[in-house]
């Protein structure tokens, strides 16, 4: 099954900046739209970001708009997504999937990002 492997997660200050990658293997990654989710301890996962499979359009949940950006290579079959002006309503661990998710939904182990004083 399809494979996730996100990285770059870390502690930032508020108004930040952090910069995810995810990896993604065993499908043609370029016949697919990819989004970033997070979730949050009590909280449904949610998606906050999406790119077309050939990275031509974008959209973002309204908490993110203007402050992350996602983006791809399908060379390197590897989404990104680079949060600036981080708050500490961004504290999460951080996924990437398929848009829209599978049936079943295969997930990695996503990474942990805080943003704390």
């Known amino acids: 099954q399809v494979q996730f492997v996100e990285s770059g997660g870390g502690q930032v200050q508020p108004g930040g900046s952090l910069s995810l990658s995810c990896v993604v293997s065993?499908?043609?990654?370029?016949?697919?739209?990819l989004g970033w989710y997070r979730q949050t301890p009590g909280k449904e996962r949610e998606r906050v970001a999406w790119?077309?499979?050939?990275?031509?359009?974008?959209d973002y949940e309204d908490s993110v708009r203007g402050r992350f950006t996602i983006s791809r290579d399908n060379d390197k079959d590897t989404v990104y997504l680079q949060m600036n002006s981080l708050k500490p309503e961004d504290t999460a661990v951080y996924y990437c999937?398929?848009?829209?998710?599978?049936?079943?939904?295969?997930w990695g182990q996503g990474t942990q990002v805080t943003v704390s004083s």
């Open positions: 790119i077309t499979s050939g990275g031509g359009g974008t």
């Open positions: 999937n398929l848009v829209p998710l599978g049936a079943p939904a295969y």
């Open positions: 065993r499908i043609p990654v370029s016949l697919y739209h």
